[in-house]
């Protein structure tokens, strides 16, 4: 039996970012950051803008295509940069799995795992992403004061190709 990725696996993100929806800049009046996680279309319509702090954490979230699991990659602000920091795996299917030296396995403590330590920069702080349809529901993940968020590509997006990337408020801003 396999199985789904539980809240107390969604809880151990930590300390996240902001709520956020459609075409709206994600943000709590207040709130320090100093980086924006956008979504944009290939068009350049921003989809989702989600204020980042230095230290706090977002996850994709979907569900994989053949074993229809769900997986995590979940990606760090440091200092200003974005870095892949660890995945969730229920197990080892099709295009899953750790990498000779990126990462270390760990149990999930049921039944599945986290490679952890993977600490990788994404270059360019941006990377594109074929949005799934929406069984494959990729979605945005981020945590603010113990409430989770999520924002659905795959209800906006399904079968297009989208820019994920972490920005300075004032590039955002610049951009269309």
């Known amino acids: 039996m396999r199985l ?10 930590g300390a ?6 459609h075409g709206a800049l994600a943000q709590v009046a207040g709130a320090p950051f100093d980086r ?8 350049g319509e921003r989809l989702v803008a989600i204020p980042i702090a230095a230290g706090e954490r977002w996850c994709v979230k979907w569900n ?16 200003g940069a974005m870095q892949l920091e660890r995945s969730h795996q229920p197990d080892f299917a099709a295009g899953l799995g750790p990498t000779l030296g990126r990462g270390v396995q760990r149990s999930d403590g049921e039944g599945g795992y986290w490679i952890e330590e993977i600490d990788e920069p ?6 594109f992403l074929r949005v799934g349809a929406p069984g494959v529901d990729h979605r945005l993940v981020w945590q603010k004061a113990g409430e989770i968020s999520e924002f659905n590509l795959s209800a906006y997006v ?3 190709r989208v820019t994920l ?4 408020p004032t590039t955002a801003s610049e951009s269309p």
């Open 122 to 127: 994404v270059p360019g702080n941006r990377y």
């Open 16 to 21: 996240m970012a902001m709520s956020g929806g």
């Open 64 to 79: 994989h295509s053949v074993e229809h699991f769900t997986v995590l990659d979940c990606y760090r602000n440091v200092e």
């Open 165 to 168: 990337q972490l920005v300075a």
């Open 36 to 43: 924006l996680l956008e979504a944009r279309t290939s068009e």
């Open 4 to 13: 789904k990725v539980s809240l107390r696996a969604l809880l151990a993100l």
């Open 158 to 160: 399904p079968g297009q």
